[in-house]
């Protein structure tokens, strides 16, 4: 009985500790694309043309933030280097305060990995995250996940 209990919190511990993918090649694990920003995917890569203020929104059934340290991305700038796009996450669809900005560099990719306590929702529950840019821009995102504590 009790190795019998020992390994079902093993197992408990073991699932709440893994990474979420949330963007291979696909979207996964019930994440869906409600963006505003034109998406387009291709393979393992998301190619985004955003008018100012647009945004790639990622969406997922309510789950907690507290299980998480960040969610990571890799991100390529296409037109211009320096460009800014900022990450927020939503809470029950509304933006908490707290947010990120990143630089998208033109000549290659950037791994990004933003902490969840930069974003609000380190303590609480989420339901996605945006990734908007400021200005007209086109950039290409890949390898999205939600990154364990």
């Known amino acids: 009985m009790r190795f019998a209990l020992g390994v079902a919190l093993l197992s408990i511990a073991t699932f709440a500790a893994a990474d979420q993918s949330v963007y291979s090649t696909k979207f996964d694990n019930g994440w869906q ?40 991305f ?37 791994k990004v990995s933003v902490p969840t306590s930069k974003l ?9 995250f945006w990734i908007q840019a400021q200005d007209e821009e086109r950039y290409s995102l890949s390898g999205i996940a939600l990154k364990s504590k």
Not at 48 to 61: E, I, T
Not at 81 to 93: E, H, P, R, S, Y
Not at 120 to 128: L, P, S
């Open 74 to 110: 890799n991100i390529k700038g296409d037109t211009w280097a320096g460009k800014k796009v900022q990450v927020l996450a939503t809470i029950d669809g509304k933006v908490p305060k707290g947010y990120f900005y990143v630089i998208t560099l033109s000549k290659g990719w950037e």
């Open 33 to 72: 694309n409600w963006s505003w920003a034109k998406t387009g995917l291709t393979g393992k890569t998301i190619a985004v043309k955003s008018g100012a203020w647009q945004a790639v929104y990622l969406h997922h059934d309510k789950q907690k933030g507290s299980s998480y340290s960040a969610i990571t």
């Open 120 to 128: 609000g929702i380190a303590n609480g529950t989420f339901d996605g």
